[in-house]
């Protein structure tokens, strides 16, 4: 019974979109005999009721795939399906000609809007332009071919146009979009559609926490490289460059300086200047010397060469470096100097001695010395003052080690390793012996080798009275002392040097026979100037009479019951100790 199905074996057709239809074509009526297989009998006319075609028929649109004669073969390769012509009557078509290109085989009318492009169904993971359509429910994707088969594209050929008593008309296939009008999913397999739009899976919000991961590690760089551009920029502000500095520096040029210059002083002085070292039982020190003379008689303070006693050690250590050990000739505590003499060293460079008659207040000078063992030190002043009376040592406390120096007093720094060391003019000549210094801790007076650095007041020994003892010494290994036969009242608290009432042992004040007895002078008579300098103490007349030789004549002025006299006296001389 004919139930409107097709009965027998059906061929699936596969249908593609066409290439090089730019547009709309009228199909073309096929002639017979070309190719078009007859109508089966009992076809009806499309327009007739109860047709197939007949939009009131039940099933007009419903199959998906038209009946075929059960005697009909499939196609060749090659070749597109026909669709069957069947006489129509006579008359007026029912319709405008195709205008859609309707496909065959019982898909939607003509009057119906254009099915969406069939769409092949790509392989898994392959990328799908955007564009095309999904498949509609009602047509779904075709099923592709057996792996391996490679189904050839059909040639085409050009159709025919419509007959008006066709039954059936051939349907050219839809409009197709442009990406869609060169692309065969059969022809190149395993190749991936164009991508037009963005990644499958690709979510808006991903791109946008892309973008702000990206824009936060360009950040991040920008400020990483700003900090490393500040810092090399300040590293090429501050050091110049990012080459290896070399600063502009003058050539060497001669040492030679002027002989007058603190430089030329001290490079004549230098090698004539001595370090020594002194150890004992009880004690050592250090101390400076200068060479007098070519045999290797060296002179210092005797406060130096004190601490070796009679069995001590002294060595001496030259500028060159060269040590040499010394033995003493002799020494004097009244005037704090002492000689000490090396033996076998050649090449000696004595220093000229000067006149300390001819200085003033004012001329440069410079001391040589090792202050704290810091040998061959120099420094430089000026002579801030001249004969001032001062005293040093009294250790002992029986005043046998007290000395009396009418003293040259300088601002050149002196500090404790400086004595016995020479005080130069600008002729590089020794015009005083650095012996004491005033210490900032002391409050008493002048203190020799206390520990406090120097306050700018030291003291000198003159050198005419450092010749004269040295002389002695060397001559004789003892130094005399001038004298005018008095015991001095040391409790005297007025201006002046008084006489006193009793002498040492409880003898008389004024030595019988004594210079001072033989010029007229008594007990409690007040000595108040030495050859026109006032005297305002014990201390300072001791140290007046000592600045001067045995045998010189003085002129003394006094004070005796309130009248002043004026007397003459020729210095007497004992030994020294």
């Known amino acids: 019974m004919d139930d409107g199905k097709p009965t027998g074996p059906q061929a699936k057709w596969w249908s593609r979109p066409t290439t090089g239809r730019p547009g709309r074509a009228e199909p073309e009526s096929r002639a017979p005999g070309e190719g078009t297989p007859p109508a089966p009998p009992g076809a009806s006319d499309p327009a007739a009721p109860g047709s197939a075609a007949d939009p009131s028929h039940p099933t007009a649109s419903a199959p998906d795939h038209p009946a075929a004669p059960a005697d009909a073969a499939p196609p060749g390769a090659g070749q597109e399906p026909q669709a069957s012509h069947r006489p129509r009557p006579s008359g007026a078509p029912l319709h405008e000609p195709d205008a859609y290109s309707t496909p065959p085989y019982g898909d939607p009318g003509p009057w119906a809007p254009a099915p969406p492009v069939q769409r092949p169904t790509p392989a898994h993971g392959t990328p799908v332009p955007p564009q095309a359509a999904a498949p509609s429910p009602q047509h779904p994707s075709p099923v592709p071919p057996p792996t391996g088969v490679q189904p050839q594209p059909a040639p085409v050929q050009p159709q025919p146009q419509p007959h008006p008593t066709a039954v ?274 002391s409050g008493k007076g002048p203190e020799r080798g206390g520990q406090s650095g120097s306050i700018g007041l030291g003291f000198a020994i003159p050198i005419n009275q450092g010749k004269r003892v040295a002389e002695e010494l060397i001559n004789t290994g003892r130094a005399t002392h001038p004298v005018i036969g008095v015991t001095l009242d040391m409790k005297f608290t007025g201006d002046g040097a008084k006489v006193g009432t009793k002498g040492a042992d409880d003898g008389p004040a004024v030595t019988k026979d004594g210079p001072a007895a033989k010029a007229g002078i008594r007990s409690g008579d007040v000595i108040t100037a030495v050859q026109g300098q006032r005297v305002h103490s014990g201390e300072e007349l001791i140290v007046k009479i000592r600045a001067h030789r045995p045998g010189d004549r003085l002129e003394l002025r006094l004070t005796r019951g309130g009248e002043e006299l004026t007397i003459t006296l020729t210095l007497g001389s004992s030994s020294g100790t």
């Open 168 to 441: 059936q008309q051939q349907s050219a296939p839809a409009a197709v979009p442009a990406q869609w009008g060169q692309y065969d999913p059969w022809a190149a397999p395993g190749q991936p559609l164009t991508q037009l739009g963005p990644p499958a899976g690709t979510e808006p919000g991903r791109r946008k926490n892309r973008r702000g991961g990206a824009f936060a590690g360009v950040l991040l760089l920008t400020l990483v490289a700003s900090g490393i551009g500040g810092g090399v920029g300040a590293y090429i502000e501050r050091n110049g460059g990012l080459t290896t500095v070399e600063l502009p520096q003058a050539g060497r040029t001669t040492t030679d300086r002027a002989p007058e210059s603190v430089a030329g002083i001290a490079a004549s002085a230098l090698p004539s200047v001595v370090t020594l070292h002194v150890s004992g039982t009880a004690e050592s020190g250090t101390g400076t010397g200068f060479v007098l003379d070519n045999r290797g008689h060296i002179l210092t303070n005797n406060h130096v060469v004190a601490p070796a006693g009679s069995t001590g050690d002294i060595t001496v250590t030259f500028s060159s470096g060269e040590t040499a050990t010394a033995e003493l000739v002799g020494k004097d505590s009244g005037y704090d100097l002492a000689v000490v003499r090396v033996r076998g060293v050649s090449g000696l460079k004595p220093l000229p001695l000067g006149n300390s008659d001819n200085v003033q207040v004012g001329d440069p000078v410079v001391a040589i010395g090792a202050p704290f063992d810091l040998s061959n030190t120099v420094t430089s002043g000026i002579i801030s003052a001249k004969q001032r009376p001062i005293t040093a040592g009294g250790e002992k406390g029986d005043g046998s080690d007290i000395s009396y120096v009418d003293a040259l007093q300088t601002d050149a720094p002196i500090n404790p390793g400086n004595s016995g060391g020479p005080l130069v003019d600008t002729q590089a000549h020794v015009i005083g012996i650095n012996s004491a210094i005033r210490a900032a801790d």
